[in-house]
Nanobody
């Protein structure tokens, strides 16, 4: 069974940093494109960042470029999202996702999803 478990969310002030973790089981993060998406209440789920399989080239949405960084620890089978200079508009549930091909920015193209971790940024 494939399971993705996010952690690291919380309530922080604007300008603070958080590191989200996505612990995977049943799938090797090095063999899948791993993505981070976020969704606020009443809004569409949107792409945040992704790391491709094997080589691990990364991609970051324009809205978070320069602030967020995605990385992977193959030994721990875990993907991370380092979030710096957080803004109130970053408030959302953050989801980890996986697909067996190259990354895309479309949520519907991902095969596996975690339950999400809440990030709230106060002004």
């Amino acid at each position: 069974q494939v399971q993705l478990v996010e952690s690291g969310g919380g309530l922080v002030q604007a300008g603070a940093s958080l590191r989200l973790s996505c612990a995977a089981s049943g799938v090797a993060v090095s063999d899948y494109a791993m993505g981070w998406f976020r969704q606020a209440p009443g809004k569409e789920r949107e792409f945040v960042a992704a790391i491709n399989r094997r080589v691990g080239i990364t991609y970051v949405a324009d809205s978070v470029k320069g602030r967020f960084t995605i990385s992977r620890d193959n030994a721990k089978n875990t993907v991370y999202l380092q979030m710096n200079s957080l803004k109130p508009e970053d408030t959302a549930v953050y989801y980890c996702a996986a697909r067996p091909l190259v990354y895309t920015t479309y949520p519907g193209s991902y095969s596996y999803w975690g339950q999400g971790t809440q990030v709230a940024v106060s002004s």
